[in-house]
């Protein structure tokens, strides 16, 4: 029989070794659950660590494409994704089409191709059914893709610097209304088989 005092002296040591472990967690996002988030809204900032106008339209687009198959992602669907996705913010784009559709580069069922356009093409690997879903005029407009950049001088730079924390606020407010909008209004689906 184990004594009571044996057992208090393998738990205090046990307090003590765990106490210098880092905790095991996922990495935490920049993201405040509002009540009026759709449920998905919270698996994209978790896997993207915030919310953002592109990201958001990547996982709208996505959901119409697997909705559009009758696909229930990650597995089950290709998915080839054309547009001007060099580099953020327009590539973030492409973590929402991860969490849309569940297929991933690591997987090999995601495929990027740079382009001037933005096309999702999500074939259902069980059926055959494809689908294309382009963004409208006014979801390109929300997102800024086809905008020139233009280069910032340093007062304007340090000017935006300062006012960084305002700027999360609009983003995330742009991201929430691309998020909340029927998708008529911002997605064009057509099954192409």
């Known amino acids: ?30 993201y405040q ?14 896997f993207h660590g915030h919310l953002g106008p592109s990201i ?29 996705f060099a580099k953020p913010p327009q590539s973030c784009f492409l973590d929402g089409l991860q969490v849309g559709t569940g297929a991933t580069m690591g997987k090999r069922n995601l495929n990027y191709v740079e382009a001037k356009e933005i096309l999702v093409r999500v074939k259902n690997t069980t059926t055959g059914a494809t ?3 382009r ?3 006014k979801l390109l407009g929300f997102l800024g893709f086809l905008q020139t ?24 407010a742009l991201a929430r209304k691309i998020a909340e909008m029927p998708d008529e209004e911002i997605l064009a689906v057509k099954l192409t088989s």
């Open 131 to 133: 689908a294309e879903v």
């Open 56 to 84: 958001i339209a990547g996982a709208r687009m996505g959901m119409a494409a697997l909705r559009a198959v009758d696909a229930e992602g990650y597995f089950d669907v290709e998915v080839t994704c054309e547009g001007p």
């Open 149 to 172: 950049p233009v280069k910032k001088q340093a007062d304007e730079q340090a000017k935006e610097a300062a006012h960084q924390h305002d700027e999360m606020e609009r983003i995330e």
């Open 1 to 30: 029989m184990i004594s009571r005092t044996f057992l208090a002296g393998v738990c205090v040591l046990t307090a003590i070794a765990l106490k210098d472990e880092p905790p095991r967690r996922l990495p935490q996002p920049r």
């Open 135 to 137: 963004p409208t005029p």
């Open 33 to 46: 659950h509002q009540e009026s988030d759709p449920a998905w809204l919270e698996s994209a900032a978790q």
